[in-house]
């Protein structure tokens, strides 16, 4: 009892730091059991491309998980503190380090039961209200969330451990430091951070190279892959750069006597230059979270909005049937959608080959595909694309753009289909001359669209569409590329209809289940209806959008955190100063400008660098975008800047919310 006495004695003692701490780790197992329920919930089981989705929903628990451990770390940094005095005073009265250990750990165990209790019961209750979000999100109906054991036995088991963590470390600071330091732990004085020009050098480079891998990625695959490593570059020189450059920047203008010796710059910048030891990995933590933020908000966001255009531009009409040649006609589909009560208009059909893949070298050659050859391999690495490569007849062609061109016998029309037209450099597209089956024809015209053929594909590689004279040529040089190796038992022509259903959902379902009932079953085939796509769509990107609402909101809360526990620790050191400068004879509203100067430096800092941060990520948000078929268009850069505008204002909603605690610290000002 007496243990106990003392510790929850020194917890109230402390409840300006604790509750707080109590708060942030209830919301750390509220996020977490949020986590665990959408992981183990047969309702995402039960979504299309569920695999997915739960992928990505145990990718964010890894995430989320990582931030618990520093949100209840930094958080309960602030306590000790508070508590190392108390502790030390035991250590005099008499207690051993023993003692103070059971201490710890009781505060340890009375908090994590707290925070269990607090944290499951509105992490079930935020489930409830988040899956009515991705209902909406998904264009779902209802969704299937019931209580998990394995949830809950995952949360409190990894909070148990966290908990204990923190009691580990009290009891290694009390063995390792004697009972005078604990007792003098808020009185050690700050001293002025030495020059780290290698720091400064490292993080400097760190910059460039990841801006430099953002801003140069060639393609969506590429962007995938270099992602990791320049977000680890840049995390690695915002830290560095806070750390070092912050310092330089401030002794610089210490040198400045026309800007450091006046009143208000003078004590903002010798008050930041003696403190920004500590303030500096708060700050770049805060400025990458703040950058997480934007970057995760605006793709997933991008992706969910943009689904709608992507749906459009894949599938001109609402139905798209593509057979082999003579397999189908637009009688046999009519008949088909009468029979289902359903009504067809704005139908069109396209003849052109089916796809194949081939390889554009740099003399503009077309070279056809085989697997696993030793020509493959050596293709691979010399290769400036890889290509979708489809043949059309001048006759087909001038039927469906209604055009009266002409081609000479060693003449093409060549149309370039690309989700990223603006990359010439990789995209590389035949203009004078190209190589066919091993022969040479002249490029006599660049098409720069051919009405009714899809503007955007769902594949990462380019398309080629080659119009070529007559039919034998077209049948003699697609049959090279077509019939490959092991693509014997593609057709080489095929049929694609277009075409728009009148009618209720389901009938479209059962029409397209008895079109493709009716076809052989080893032709090639493939039946795709825009209300159908929309619903995977929605699926799929509605779940990214979700996930990236739920990271969103757990940056968005750690930020919070770190900037109420700074302001804290701010008031804390910066009362004393401040009443030592009146004392000395400086007037209150010379102190309070000094103040705001002060506060605008450290936290309006990690803001200026988040943006500049998501400045340089554009292009590889746009890679990364393509990489999941969503095209970059105006309606991402109003996207970015609708996200920069919310996380700014939230962020001076946080500032303004917890600088109250900051001049509650300094409270002699306002007497």
């Keep these: 009892m007496f243990h106990l006495k003392l510790a929850l004695d020194s917890l109230k003692k402390n409840s300006s730091t604790y509750i707080p701490f109590l708060l942030a780790s209830a919301t750390a197992v509220a996020l977490n059991f949020l986590f665990q329920l959408l992981i183990y919930s047969k309702g995402v089981k039960d979504l299309s491309m569920a695999e997915v989705v739960i992928l990505l929903l145990v990718l964010g628990q890894i995430v989320i998980g990582i931030l618990s451990v520093v949100i209840l770390i930094y958080t309960y940094s602030f306590l000790k503190k508070g508590k190392q005095k108390e502790f030390g005073l035991y250590s005099i009265l008499g207690l051993k380090k023993s003692d103070l ?141 806070f750390i070092a ?159 009266k061109a002409t081609l000479d016998k060693n003449e093409v029309l060549i149309y370039s289909l690309t989700n990223d037209p603006g990359n010439k450099k990789a995209i590389l597209t035949p203009t004078k001359n190209v ?62 209809f277009y075409f728009n259903l009148e009618g209720k959902f389901d009938d479209k379902n059962a029409f397209l289940d008895d079109l493709e009932q009716s076809l052989p079953s080893n032709s090639d085939s493939s039946l795709m209806n825009k209300t159908i796509l929309k619903k995977l769509m929605n699926a799929f990107y509605g779940g990214f959008f979700f996930i990236g609402i739920l990271f969103s909101i757990s940056f968005m809360f750690v930020t919070g955190l770190m900037v109420y526990y700074k302001q804290i620790s701010e008031g804390k050191a910066d009362k004393a100063q401040f009443d030592i400068l009146q004392k000395v004879g400086m007037s209150k509203p010379e102190i309070k400008k000094t103040i705001h100067s002060q506060i605008s430096w450290l936290f309006g800092l990690p803001v200026i660098v988040s943006i500049i941060h998501l400045s340089f990520s554009i292009v590889m948000i746009q890679k990364l975008l393509l990489a999941f078929a969503i095209p970059m268009s105006s309606s991402v850069y109003i996207i970015m800047a609708v996200t920069v505008f ?11 919310l917890t600088s109250k605690t900051y001049f509650k610290q300094v409270a002699s000002l306002n007497n």
């Excluded at 992490?123 to 969704?143: E, N, P, Q, V």
């Excluded at 310092?247 to 800007?259: A, H, P």
């Excluded at 796809?355 to 070298?361: H, P, R, T």
């Excluded at 919310?646 to 303004?656: E, S």
């Design 245 to 403: 450059g912050s310092t330089l920047l401030l002794k610089m203008l210490q040198k400045r006597e026309s800007y450091y010796y006046k009143s208000q710059h003078f004590i903002t910048v010798s008050n930041m230059l003696f403190r920004m030891k500590q303030n500096a990995v708060g700050l770049a933590s805060i400025a990458l979270l703040s950058t997480m933020t934007l970057v995760v908000t605006v793709t997933t966001a991008s992706m969910f909005l943009g689904k709608t255009d992507v749906a459009n531009r894949m599938l001109p009409r609402e139905t798209t049937v593509s057979v082999s040649e003579n397999l189908l006609s637009k009688e046999k589909i009519e008949e088909t959608a009468k029979k289902h009560h359903l009504s067809t208009d704005s139908f069109y059909t396209i003849r052109a080959s089916s796809k194949a893949v081939a390889y554009l070298s740099k003399d503009n050659e077309l070279t056809r595909w085989r697997y696993g050859s030793e020509s493959e391999k050596k293709q691979k690495k010399t290769r400036p694309g890889e290509r979708n490569v489809q043949f059309m007849t001048l006759k087909d062609y001038n039927d469906l753009t209604h055009r």
């Design 646 to 656: 919310l996380m700014v204002m939230i962020y001076l909603f946080i500032y303004q």
């Design 435 to 496: 190589r066919l089956n091993s022969k040479d024809y002249k490029v006599k015209e660049n098409i720069s669209s051919i009405p009714g053929i899809p503007s955007m594909t769902s594949q990462l590689m380019p398309s080629l569409f080659i119009v070529m004279p007559d039919e034998k040529t077209t049948e003699h040089t697609a049959e090279h590329y077509v019939l490959a190796d092991d693509l014997e038992n593609n057709s080489l022509m095929m049929d694609t």
């Design 101 to 241: 250990v059971k201490i710890s750990l009781i505060q340890q165990l009375f908090s994590f039961f707290i925070a269990i209790v607090l944290g499951l019961v509105t992490g079930f209750i935020f489930a409830k209200l988040m899956i009515l979000l991705l209902i909406h999100l998904i264009d779902g109906t209802t969704f299937n969330l019931a209580f998990s054991w394995k949830a809950l036995f995952f949360t409190v088991l990894f909070f148990l451990v966290a908990f204990l963590i923190l009691a580990v470390i009290d009891a290694v600071s009390f063995y390792k430091t004697n009972t005078l330091a604990l007792f003098q732990s808020e009185k050690k004085a700050s001293t002025a951070p030495k020059n780290r020009w290698v720091l400064f050098v490292i993080g400097l480079a760190s910059l460039i190279v990841g801006y430099w891998l953002s801003l140069t990625v060639p393609g969506p695959v590429d962007a995938i892959l270099r992602f990791f490593l320049a977000a680890l570059l840049i995390i690695i020189a915002t830290y560095f750069l």
